[in-house]
C-alpha cells in the first residue's frame, strides 16, 4: 500500500511564502515523477509544478520565479517552496506521484490535499 502524505500548507498573507512537503511511503520499488496540482475554488484541478527522478523540473506558466520543486530521492520526498504569494494561489494543493511497487505495477497515487489560502 503506498500512502503520499502532504504537509506545509496554512494562511499566508499576500507576499509571503510557504514551503509543502510530500513523502511517499509503502512498498516503493521506483519513483519516477513526483508533483504538486492545484484546485481552486470552482476551478479544475491543475498541474503546479514537477520533478522527474533524474531531476528535470516543469513549472506552469503562472508560477515561474516565485516557486521552486525540489527532491530528496532517499526519502521519496518532494518540497515545493513558494514565495510571493497571491490570493489567487489559494487552492488545495495535491501531490501526485507517478511510480511503481514492482517491476511492470506502475500506478499513479495521489495525496489527501493540504489547504493553501493566501489573505489579508
Known amino acids: 500500500q503506498v500512502q503520499l502524505v502532504e504537509s506545509g500548507g496554512g494562511l499566508v498573507q499576500p507576499g509571503g511564502s510557504l514551503r509543502l512537503s510530500c513523502t511517499a511511503s509503502g512498498s516503493i520499488f521506483s519513483i519516477y515523477y513526483m508533483g504538486w496540482y492545484r484546485q481552486g475554488p470552482g476551478k479544475q484541478r491543475e498541474v503546479v509544478a514537477g520533478?522527474?527522478?533524474?531531476?528535470?523540473?516543469n513549472y506552469q506558466d503562472s508560477v515561474k520565479g516565485r516557486f521552486t520543486i525540489s527532491g530528496d530521492n532517499a526519502k521519496n520526498t518532494v518540497f515545493l517552496q513558494m514565495n510571493s504569494l497571491k490570493p489567487e494561489d489559494t487552492a488545495v494543493y495535491y501531490c501526485n506521484a507517478d511510480l511503481s511497487v514492482r517491476i511492470g505495477r506502475r500506478s499513479n497515487y495521489w495525496g489527501q490535499g493540504t489547504q493553501v489560502t493566501v489573505s489579508s
Open positions: 520533478i522527474s527522478s533524474d531531476g528535470a523540473t
